[in-house]
């Protein structure tokens, strides 16, 4: 079982930076893949990054190559989403996912933290 906690999510102005944060309470986190996702209003959730469990290996959506980063540190059961550049169209709300299948879409993903609110001005 993973359990999965989402901070850092505020409000900042267009091309900002903020880091997202990801903690794990649950035993089997460095065995999964983790991704982050976004959902703004009216919208389907959308895939913004991924790394794979142990190597590292990273995929993200085009929409914010170059400006967004994923992390992970399996020693401490945490992830992280750095953005720069922010945009307004990257106001959402951001969630973090883990499983076992490397994908893009929500149904690879299991277990999902609650979200945090992301908003840029302009």
């Known amino acids: 079982q993973v359990q999965l906690v989402e901070s850092g999510g505020s409000l900042v102005q267009a091309g900002g930076s903020l880091r997202l944060s990801c903690t794990s309470s649950?035993?089997?986190?460095?065995?999964?893949?983790m991704a982050w996702f976004r959902q703004a209003p009216g919208k389907d959730r959308e895939f913004i990054a991924a790394?794979?469990?142990?190597?590292?290996?990273?995929n993200y959506a085009d929409s914010v190559k170059g400006r967004f980063t994923i992390s992970r540190d399996n020693t401490k059961n945490t992830g992280a989403l750095q953005m720069n550049s922010l945009k307004p169209e990257d106001t959402a709300v951001y969630y973090c996912?883990?499983?076992?299948?490397?994908?893009?879409?929500?149904?690879?993903?299991?277990?999902w933290g609650q979200g945090t609110q992301v908003t840029v001005s302009s």
């Open positions: 996912a883990a499983g076992w299948v490397f994908g893009t879409q929500p149904s690879h993903y299991t277990y």
């Open positions: 649950g035993r089997t986190f460095g065995s999964v893949a």
């Open positions: 790394i794979t469990s142990t190597t590292g290996r990273t």
